[in-house]
C-alpha cells in the first residue's frame, strides 16, 4: 500500500511562493500518476495539478497555470508542487493523491485512491 505525506506547508504573503513536496512509501511510486488537490474551508476539493509516471506530462487547474509548477523524482520518491505569485484565493490544504489503478492523469477526486493528510497553505493579503 502507497502512503503519501505533504509537507512544505505555511502562511505566506500574496506574490510569494512556497515548495510543497509529497514523500511515497511502500508499493513502487514511479509507476503511478500523482497529483495535487486542494480545499478551502466550506468548498469541496478541487483538482490543482497532475503529473504522469515519467513526469513529461502534466495537467494543471487553469486558475493555478502559469503560477504552479508540479514535478516528481521517482528515484527520491517524491514529487513537488512549486507555487509562485500566491494569492489569498490559494488558501487551502492541500492534499496529495496517488492513482494507483490507472495510468492515466486524472483530475477528479475520485480517481485518485491513495490520500495524504494535506498540509495548509495560507495566503495573507
Known amino acids: 500500500q502507497v502512503q503519501l505525506v505533504e509537507s512544505g506547508g505555511g502562511l505566506v504573503q500574496a506574490g510569494g511562493s512556497l515548495r510543497l513536496s509529497c514523500t511515497a512509501s511502500?508499493?513502487?511510486?514511479?509507476?503511478?500518476?500523482m497529483a495535487w488537490f486542494r480545499q478551502a474551508p466550506g468548498k469541496e476539493r478541487d483538482f490543482v495539478a497532475a503529473?504522469?509516471?515519467?513526469?513529461?506530462?502534466?495537467r494543471y487547474a487553469g486558475s493555478v497555470k502559469g503560477r504552479f509548477t508540479i514535478a516528481r523524482d521517482n528515484a527520491k520518491n517524491t514529487n513537488t508542487l512549486q507555487m509562485n505569485s500566491l494569492k489569498p484565493e490559494d488558501t487551502a490544504v492541500y492534499y496529495c493523491?496517488?492513482?494507483?489503478?490507472?495510468?492515466?492523469?486524472?483530475?477528479?477526486?475520485?480517481?485518485?485512491?491513495?490520500w495524504g493528510q494535506g498540509t495548509q497553505v495560507t495566503v495573507s493579503s
Open positions: 503529473v504522469n509516471w515519467s513526469g513529461l506530462a502534466t
Open positions: 511502500g508499493r513502487t511510486f514511479s509507476n503511478y500518476p
Open positions: 493523491a496517488a492513482r494507483t489503478q490507472s495510468p492515466l492523469v486524472g483530475t477528479r477526486t475520485y480517481e485518485y485512491n491513495v
